[in-house]
């Protein structure tokens, strides 16, 4: 439990560090945000967007420690600001609204890419020597490969050439939203090319990572022992071998979880998903700087929690952290 | 009554500058229900010996040729090396189990120590009831010292003398003819190796089973063993009681050993070690293996290679060893 | 066998970035009437929609992607090496603080922050961009470095530098370092690779100098072109295929180097043992 008590203090902290980086950058970065965005609209800016800005970053005449509390306090309260861009909308409702869209895309995805491409590395350490070595050149390949560039070819290749798939939305213009069968079929329909994207794009890491530390298992004791012990090779590759060497596997999906959702920002835009990565990119073009703030700091503590669910994963499979 | 026949067993390491003999030629006979001590320094394969008899090599370890024969306690004989599939799988731990060098490495770590036992059972005997396998894995482990409520403990909960103990249970799980121990005190401390002797000599009274027990300790061998084989340099040069190897060994080699280490018991004796480092497989010298390091070496040991007669190895006195 | 094959292709795509503009002379950004031809004789990768000729776009925008990718790659290394032989070295309160800095920047998803601080620039140049991707660049080589300074501190003859009164700046530079060099540059090619991604995902968003020509910015104004609506996949597909190239071969570079560290994760061909 010790484990688990450090870990969550740890994510404690790099969620307050995130806050306090969200608060920083805007006072760090040359220029003031506010001047940057009426100087480039050329005052052609309505007084109150000008208020509500700068009431968004507590740029006030204040002293720096002042506009932190009351940063702090704002942010307790669930107040991001307003947005610029859908002005008078909250940021948190623009958050809200698009955040659902993104979880369940890039949790659905994620999961899949994570369970295919673990079970692959451990099939490709286990037969090691087999046609199955074939993969990891396409793996290496896939490995450095940009996520939006997948989903262009994926667009091309299956949207607009062979029109199986819809290459943007989230789903058809025909269904209305609701919990019908209709709307739930076009949801999956359209988010079939974005999901095989995020999966084609971060299952390579997993593969690579798993098959390597599956390598290295395979050589312990414990596995030979298993094997003299005359269990069955499904026993033991999956109960000893790969039992074991999921564990520093799962540090290394934690760790990746902020790269796979910077890629499904990116993936996110190509199929004008209405996710919270379209939102970031609409923010950044119309200089919304509170939405940027506000998806930036979502987006980290998202990628936080998904890491602290990550321990609880660990912890529950290795017993020596239960001490 | 011979329990395993090995007959002039090879196996090589395959590499890029060619085939390294690790096991070359060696032919034993294990009895039933004795113990035959192994001794040999690092790299003298005598693991490796273990590991084929048990078909536990990996690549680029390979038999290259030779037999090992078991005998059934009801006479039938089974071609060991022939095994296939099922037939390995069930003639494993039922008939030969291994007990190795570190239960720490040897033990699954995330698995109790109790499921480690229940699994064997769990596989080969189909038709036992789980009340059955829990019964039987308590037994067992009172059996070697270890309380009944440690069966949910895992690896690193216990003491190191626990886990060995532990990883000799699990052996000891289907009443195997033949247990391979491969260096099983070498971890652990010397009180703690004296207590896991006598509970092994105390268990093979009871329970009737063959040992191969492999050391580079030859005085450790000497209490315990009723039959003693010297390897070097992949072969077998010299074996025999253990009383009359300790007595009159006629291997030059063994006489390094035995001078080699301390006793346990009795006066110490000068400690002569052998001149020289083990030698390198790779490029083993003409004639016989031993010579360059050998005091009583003669002009022709470095051309011919001496054969296996009357129990050793070795030209002097026309074949009959040292003295 | 692997660094031979990665070595050559980093080999092919640095000579392209340094000799390519010599050889051809064109403006990547000069327009022609041939708009959006495919692959022919007179343009091997075919036109923009534009008329621009996208080999020569290829090869000037490899000099902005990689130029990037290696600067960033070069500052954000220089920090991880001061952060994680430091943290290393020290010890105790100082090792403490620069860990938790370096395991928040590793946990902090890096693209978000780096389009946050990219839309804060006021102009968004070559130089500005690589800085920003250093920022969130250089946790994994410090992590990595640290622990390997961990190791190499207790060595015998790090022992003695200290025991003869070096200072610590001395014994981490002049005996520390040069012992990680393999480890610096593992860790340097991985960071080039992330670098050069990042710079991709940045102009591809419009987000980085788009008036310079970059593999990212052909993209970015593939898509805005339309490209993949009317069928011009010559035009987007090279710009994705170098970069992805680039990557295989720093990665099979990276790899060949483990595998010479680790040899149980080569691949064998296993031989069938005696029947």
Redesign the interface.
Known sequence: MRFLARRLG??L??AW??VT?NFL??RL???D?VD?LVARLKGNVDPAAVEAMKKAFGISDAGLWTQYVDYLGNLFRGELGRSITFFPTEVSTVIADSLPWTIGLVGVATLISYVVGTSLGVLMAWK???WL?GV?PAA??????????VA??L??VF???LQWFP?SRAYGLEVTPGVTGDFLASVAYHATLPAVTIVVASMADRILGMR?VM??TL????V?????????SR?VMW??AA??AI?PNITSFA?S???V???S??TE??FSYPGIGSM??K???N?D?PL??G??LV??LA??VA?LLADLAYVL????TRQ | MNVLEIRDLGVDYQSNSGAVHAVDGVSLDLRRGEILGLAGESGSGKSTLAHAI?R?L??PAAITGGTVTYHRADGGAVDVLGLRGEE???????EL??V???AM???????TVGAQIE??LR??RPTMKRNARVERSVELLQRVGISADRRRS?P?ELSGGMRQRAAIA?ALALNPEIVIMDEPTTALDVVVQRDILHEISALREEYGFAVVFITHDLSLLMEISDRIAIMYAGRVVETGAARALHDTPRHPYTLGLLRSFPRLHGPREELLGIPGTPPDLRALPPGCAFHPRCGQALPDCREISPSLRDGVSCLLNEGKGVR | MKIRIGAGILVFFALMALAGPLLISADPAATSDAGLQGPSGAHWLGTTQTGQDILTQIVYGSRVSLGVGVLSAVIATAFAIAVGLVGGYFGGAVDEVLS?LT??F????????I????????QRGVASVAVVIAVTGWAWGARVLRAQTLSVRRRDFVEAARASGEGPIRVIFFEILPVLLPVIATSFLATV?GAI?AE??LS????ADLSTVSWGSM?YF??NGQA??I?A?WW??P??LC??????G???VN?GL?EIA?P??R????RKARA
């Open positions: 740890f994510y902290l790099t560090a995130a980086l950058i805007p970065m040359p220029g945000p940057l090691r020597g087999t070595d990891l290496t390949f896939l490995h450095a490969v940009p996520y939006f560039w262009l070819v667009v091309f949207g607009s050439t290459g390597n390598v290295t050589g312990e004791d414990y030979v022992m298993a094997e003299a012990k005359g269990l069955t026993r109960a000893y039992r074991n564990l760790l979880l902020g790269f959702v910077g890629g920002v990116l835009i190509v970031l990119l923010g950044v073009e200089e700087f940027m703030q998806i930036f987006i980290s990628v936080l890491n499979l290795d017993p020596r | 048990g536990l990996r690549p390995l799988r069930a003639f494993r731990w039922a189990a291994v190795f060098q570190s490495n040897s033990l699954n770590p995330v698995s699994d064997v596989i080969h895992y690193h699990i | 938790v395991n928040i590793l946990v902090l998803p890096a693209l978000p922050l389009i946050v601080l990219a839309g804060y620039l006021p690779v991604l991709a995902g591809f968003l419009g987000l993209l593939a898509q993949l609506l069928g996949w987007f597909v710009p994705g970069i992805a190239l680039i990557g295989t720093l990665a099979l790899f483990d680790n149980r994760l691949t064998i061909k296993v």
